[in-house]
């Protein structure tokens, strides 16, 4: 264990960005206990206040508590983030391996796959969004739909490699099921490419609902994301550009802690980086 995190953690950038989600998800996970204020309580009398000692981020245009707004938006973003990447790792490792190990199958799903990663992976969002209703779970159903095709074609092309490997065909030989083979011989050498992608997922899903919510097509308005957040109140950023300065910082240092980590698990993953070493 101890090598494999000194492998992970060999340049201090990937090591601060550990930290950085550490932090963030702490935050998240213990949002009533590091801001007990009620993230929707207004007071109009409060709004627009800038940083100061009762009011550690500011208030925005109904006086709501920016800090609590930020903290509380850390548990809802990091959610769908997180259920995004799960449902996309689960569907896309599925298709991708049907894909890549049964060749009858392979083209009449490749061009599926290729279809959906034709468009650009916001405008599908929306598409997506505008037909199944704006709220979160649909949301959160639309973006697995858009990122399981990246998981799929990953999965897809590392299977056509592992399938013809000596010991998935010595499985063949002694007489062991496909399903048998899939689990035990060819899943367990794909987990590397598939935790990278999880890890891209998961960054590129804080920046997709962000995006659809500043669009105004994402999760309603009473649910605290950074996106919402962002979105409701981007027409006062010229008075008071705290309120749109925090819960923007939170998405940037999140998505580029998560890309930069993936970036680290990627290399250490790496059999020539390893090599190398």
Do not use: C
Not at 13 to 36: D, N, P, Y
Not at 149 to 168: D, H, I, K, N
Not at 191 to 196: D, G, K, M, R
Not at 244 to 259: D, H, K, N
């Amino acid at each position: 264990m101890k090598a494999v995190l000194t492998r992970l953690f060999r340049r201090r950038i990937v090591l601060l960005s550990a930290i950085v989600l550490v932090l963030i998800t702490v935050l998240a996970l213990g949002a009533s206990v590091f801001a007990s204020a009620d993230p929707n309580d207004t007071a109009v009398l409060d709004r627009l206040k800038a940083p100061s000692a009762e009011h550690l981020l500011g208030t925005d245009e109904l006086g709501r508590d920016l800090y609590a707004r930020v903290v509380h938006g850390a548990r809802y973003s990091l959610s769908i983030a997180a259920m995004t990447a799960v449902g996309s790792i689960v569907f896309g490792t599925f298709v991708g391996l049907v894909a890549g190990f049964f060749r009858r199958l392979d083209a009449p799903l490749m061009r599926v796959v290729d279809a959906m990663m034709s468009f650009p992976d916001i405008l599908l969002a929306i598409a997506l969004v505008a037909i199944l209703g704006a709220s979160l779970t649909n949301v959160v159903l639309a973006l697995v739909l858009v990122y399981t095709p990246r998981v799929a074609r990953v999965v897809r092309a590392s299977t056509l490699v592992v399938r013809e490997l000596l010991f998935v065909e010595a499985a063949r030989a002694i007489g062991a099921r496909t399903p048998h083979i899939l689990w035990h011989h060819v899943l367990p050498n794909l987990l590397s490419p598939i935790l990278v992608q999880g890890s891209f997922i998961f960054a590129y899903a804080i920046l997709a609902e962000a995006g659809l919510s500043f669009l105004g097509v994402g999760v309603p308005p009473e649910i605290p994301t950074w996106g919402t957040m962002v979105a409701g109140s981007q027409q006062y950023a010229e008075r008071a550009f705290w309120v749109v300065l925090f819960p923007g910082l939170a998405i940037i240092l999140t998505a580029l802690s998560l890309q930069l980590l993936g970036d680290g698990v990627r290399d250490m993953l790496d059999p020539k980086l390893k090599k190398a070493a």
